[in-house]
């Protein structure tokens, strides 16, 4: 298993623009999680979905922030428009949902986004 | 509201011991303890879970009190691989909007000298 999918990886734009951030979870999982993580916040989740639901977005900074999920197999955070504030590694997870290991989360390897 | 708290830092020498401890005085009947570790420049990565009996698995070693109210992740020798934050996370199981939700506060950074 290739594990969870992220791209692109490192992320430079211009403070205005739009930018798409992806993610491929872990086949067969029932849940994916979005976290943000600076220096001075830590770890955020953002929103996480269940079978392609958002369950809970109350991390969520603000509308200029969205997510979908619209199938098992991707999901995209989306930033519109972009500030310098929002400048941050994203990380997207997938868990099981089911059997012994349900609850734990797998990362995938980021994506570094710097807004200019 | 990590509702966890976890030292700082904490500092090991190579192939020795490490116990990393967590406090979760508020900790619920049914909330599991999770440890995550974050190698640089890596995403976070399971480490040990459990709930009121001590785990072991390939990893490390987790002790939790008899009253739940903290627990200590054993690395049985440090190697400089190990070197990483370490997250210690109350994770409920009750459902609901809180199922699967993992709330990561500071943790300790575990440095490790050769």
């Known amino acids: 298993d290739a594990g969870v999918i992220q791209s692109p990886r490192h992320e430079v734009t211009e403070m205005g623009q739009e930018v798409t951030l992806r993610c491929k979870p872990i086949?067969?999982?029932?849940?994916l999680f979005w976290y943000r993580q600076t220096m001075m916040r830590g770890l955020e989740l953002l929103i996480y979905?269940?079978?392609?639901?958002?369950?809970?977005d109350s991390g969520m900074p603000e509308d200029r922030f969205s997510a979908k999920m619209p199938n098992a197999s991707f999901s995209t955070l989306k930033i519109q428009p972009s500030e310098p504030r929002d400048s941050a590694v994203y990380f997207c997870?997938?868990?099981?949902?089911?059997?012994?290991?349900?609850?734990?989360?797998?990362f995938g390897p980021g994506t570094r986004l710097l807004v200019l | 509201d990590a509702k966890t708290t976890q030292p700082n830092s904490m500092e090991s020498n190579e192939e020795e011991p490490v116990h990393l401890p967590c406090n979760h005085s508020?900790?619920?009947?049914?909330?599991?303890i999770h440890w995550y570790r974050q190698l640089p420049s890596q995403g976070p990565e399971y480490v040990i879970h459990?709930?009121?009996s001590n785990v072991n698995n390939r990893m490390a070693s987790l002790a939790i009190a008899e009253d739940r109210k903290s627990s200590t992740l054993i690395l049985h020798r440090a190697t400089l691989r190990d070197a990483a934050v370490y997250y210690c996370?109350?994770?409920?199981?009750?459902?609901?909007?809180?199922?699967?939700?993992?709330?990561f506060g500071q943790g300790t950074i575990l440095t490790v000298h050769p």
């Open positions: 459990g709930l009121t």
């Open positions: 996370i109350r994770g409920s199981s009750t459902g609901g909007t809180s199922y699967g939700k993992l709330t």
């Open positions: 086949s067969g999982h029932d849940y």
């Open positions: 508020t900790i619920s009947g049914t909330d599991y």
């Open positions: 997870a997938s868990s099981p949902g089911h059997g012994l290991l349900q609850e734990t989360q797998y």
């Open positions: 979905f269940n079978n392609n639901v958002p369950i809970d």
